[in-house]
């Protein structure tokens, strides 16, 4: 199964996914949390990265394909995937179907959320800064000491979710990533959801969509 998630940052790409991955015992690929563990712990990419994360634009393609072409080339892919947050330009898309070849891509769901729902959610998001679990202050509180009851880990609030990186990464989500939405539709492999429906209808939506290709 191997599956794109698309849509604006805030959408659900993250939570959705989660429900998927364990539902199919197959990683969830985000290339946000590779980019963040890489600037925890010290790495190359991640110096290069931080200041264009915490500003909202987008890290370079190239260096995005390059860690995406390394990290499908692992073992545990062998079964499908989930790719969260990748690809996110016209180029990384192109990138992404000369990399599969024949074994491409066979669907992408485009989470659609009105932006004042985003700026609601990311705003109030908390995230723990070890594993990545994912919380929100109004619809899914973290425990009150703040510790993840997955690994312990601290839960923080992200330095991107601040209300004017958000309006940043929206316009540059219209701009860069909008557009590949006429690109999986001419490929006939689009399926739009409304993100901002109740989980368990989400959740519904995906398996009618998502088990014709589990069988
Ligand atoms: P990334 O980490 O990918 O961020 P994003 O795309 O902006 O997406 P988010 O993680 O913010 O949101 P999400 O859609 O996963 O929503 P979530 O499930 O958390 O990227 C961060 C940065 O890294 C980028 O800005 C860029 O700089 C760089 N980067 C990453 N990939 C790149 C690439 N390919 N190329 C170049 N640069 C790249 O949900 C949000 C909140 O809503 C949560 O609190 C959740 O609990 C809540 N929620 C979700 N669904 C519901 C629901 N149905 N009802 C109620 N609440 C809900």
């Known amino acids: ?5 698309l849509g604006a940052p805030g959408a659900g790409k993250g939570t959705q996914a989660v429900y998927l ?3 199919y015992a197959i990683p969830q690929i985000s290339t946000g949390d590779m980019l963040r563990k890489a ?4 790495a190359e990419l991640g110096r290069q ?3 264009i994360m915490e500003s909202g634009g987008l890290v370079s393609d190239d260096i995005i394909i390059g860690l995406m072409r390394e990290r499908l080339a692992q073992p545990d892919c062998g079964r499908g995937y989930i790719l969260d947050g990748f690809p996110r330009t016209l180029a990384q898309a192109a990138g992404l179907d000369a990399m599969l070849g024949k074994d491409g891509i066979q669907l992408v769901l485009l989470f659609d959320v009105p932006e004042k729902v ?3 959610r990311l705003t109030s998001r908390r995230t723990c800064s070890q594993c990545g679990k994912i919380f929100n202050m109004i619809s899914n509180p973290p425990p009150a000491d703040l510790v993840c009851p997955d690994c312990g880990g601290r839960i923080i609030q992200r330095d991107d ?5 958000v309006l940043n990464r929206l316009r540059v989500y219209e701009e860069k990533t909008a557009p590949l939405k006429g690109y999986y539709e001419k490929q006939n492999k689009l399926a739009i959801l409304r993100g901002d429906a109740p989980l368990d ?3 519904r939506e995906m398996d009618d969509l998502v088990a014709p290709l589990a069988r």
Do not use: P, S, Y
């Open 1 to 5: 199964m191997r599956l794109i998630f």
């Open 39 to 42: 600037v925890q712990d010290g």
């Open 201 to 203: 209808q989400i959740h």
């Open 49 to 51: 990265a931080k200041a």
């Open 161 to 165: 979710d601040t209300e004017a990186t």
């Open 21 to 23: 991955c364990e539902k």
């Open 118 to 120: 985003i700026l609601a």
